[in-house]
């Protein structure tokens, strides 16, 4: 089975192509990025616009071109304009893939690793052409393994990002903890 046969696979969009010329009412969005918040204008009503704008959505699993890792979008990043450094994975039938699994099959899987090696081009900056990425192969194991790996990923995602915001707590305390010392 290919890619393709479970997702429809797209690509973000250039940020400095949106167009908001004039007479077209406008609102600030957030940008979707694994590190940094960031916001842009773009059309109000994104349906009217001439231009197909992605924005995340729950379930999507977003693949970043510059690192080669991959994120499914959660709750908190539904809405945000998805740039054209990330390939759109968006499964087509959850019944068959858990996108908590395919997300750490992109992610972690050795066997995805090689076929992005393989379809990677470039000499100075590699980039995956979307087409090559639509055909890669893939042996998914029964949707009742993909729900048991799926739900040990969720589950360490959640656990590494409750370690980040207790280390960015303790930093905190610190930090205030030095300034009391001082005063």
């Known amino acids: 089975m290919r890619l393709e046969d479970i997702a429809d696979i797209g690509q973000g969009i250039p940020l400095n192509r949106i ?3 004039k007479g077209i009412k406008t609102r600030e ?3 979707y990025s694994f590190e940094k918040q960031a916001k842009i204008l773009i059309p109000f009503d994104i349906g009217e616009a001439d231009q197909k704008i992605p924005l995340a959505e729950e379930g999507m ?9 991959a994120k499914k979008v959660i709750d908190e990043d539904r809405g ?7 390939i ?9 893939v858990d996108p908590d699994y395919l997300e750490w099959y992109i992610d972690r899987s050795q066997g995805f690793a090689r076929e ?4 990677k081009q470039g000499s100075t900056i590699l980039s995956i052409p979307i087409n090559e990425l639509r ?3 893939l042996n998914l194991p029964d949707i009742q393994f993909q729900r048991r790996l799926g739900a040990v990923n969720r589950l360490n995602r959640v656990r590494n990002e409750l370690y980040m915001e207790r280390r960015e707590l303790i930093e905190k305390l610190l930090l205030t903890m030095e300034d009391d ?3």
Request: proline share 2%.
């Open 19 to 21: 167009r908001t010329g």
């Open 29 to 31: 969005e957030y940008v």
């Open 61 to 69: 699993i977003l693949l970043n071109l510059t690192s080669y890792t």
């Open 80 to 86: 945000k304009v998805i740039p054209s450094n990330y």
């Open 88 to 96: 759109i994975i968006d499964i087509k039938n959850n019944n068959r």
């Open 116 to 119: 992005l090696h393989r379809i």
């Open 135 to 137: 055909r890669v192969k």
């Open 181 to 183: 010392m001082y005063d």
